[in-house]
């Protein structure tokens, strides 16, 4: 009898040393990408969760995009970070941008497709609204497609505050530097009111193809073409 009632307690004893253990290792990881919507992220793959103090002095603009809870990406997208895939302008933008807002960046160049089973190529294919012929900027790391912003879909939500926001900070961004190919939904082009001159594409077949997404993208190898 005895000798069941120790085995019990050293059962149970054993069994909460476990479930504790679990408990703390679920409190310490970082299941969720904080930037990116439940089920989407890089966040358990990277271990920022082990870091205490966040990128060091000697951090790279891409360790500290990765490092910051405002920015989330995708594992695909994540991977372009990290391989040095992504232009560095781009990169600066979108620490510019997450220092107001948090931003879920879907794809940069991996997992991008213009055409459902097409594979993407450095030019845009036909059938892509007018765009047919164009460089394709994805294809060499110049752009990102941003499909959340401060945990809301940029579908449907094109004049909200936050989404609103994201625009009013890339304009922020001097021209030189500013991305000169953004695109979004139509409420939030119309809102914003920027032109060409500023770098934003106002298309019609362009806003169509944009209605769930802001697409940040630099249409040159160096330098922009905004004048504003
Ligand atoms: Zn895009």
């Known amino acids: 009898m005895i000798r069941a009632v120790v085995g019990l307690l050293a059962f149970l004893a054993v069994g909460a ?22 089920g989407v992220g890089h966040g358990f793959q990277d271990l920022r969760w082990l870091e205490d103090g966040g990128p060091g002095p000697d951090a790279t603009p891409v360790e500290r995009l990765l490092d910051r809870p405002s920015f989330g990406a995708t594992s695909e997208a994540a991977g372009d970070l990290r391989g040095g895939v992504v232009d560095e302008r781009l990169v600066q933008a979108l620490l510019t941008v997450t220092g107001e807002h948090s931003v879920c960046v879907q794809v940069f160049k991996e997992g ?14 036909d059938g892509y609204g007018e765009a047919g012929g164009l460089t ?3 294809y060499f790391g110049r752009a990102a497609d941003v499909r959340w912003i401060d945990g809301r879909p940029v579908g ?3 004049t909200d505050p936050a989404v609103l926001g994201v625009g ?11 991305p000169d190919q953004i695109i979004g939904p139509r409420d939030w082009t119309a809102r914003l009111g920027y032109s060409w001159e500023h770098g934003w594409i106002t298309a019609e077949d362009q806003l169509d193809l944009h209605d769930r997404h802001i697409h940040i993208g630099y249409r040159d190898e160096e330098g922009t073409n905004n004048t504003r």
């Open 17 to 38: 040393a476990l479930f504790a253990g679990a408990f703390w290792a679920v409190e310490n990881v970082r299941w969720e990408e904080p930037a990116c919507p439940r």
């Open 112 to 125: 991008h497709y213009f055409l459902p089973g097409v594979e993407d190529g450095p030019v845009i294919p």
């Open 136 to 138: 394709n900027t994805h």
């Open 156 to 158: 449907g939500n094109g």
């Open 168 to 178: 009013r900070a890339l304009a922020a961004i001097p021209p030189e530097e500013r």
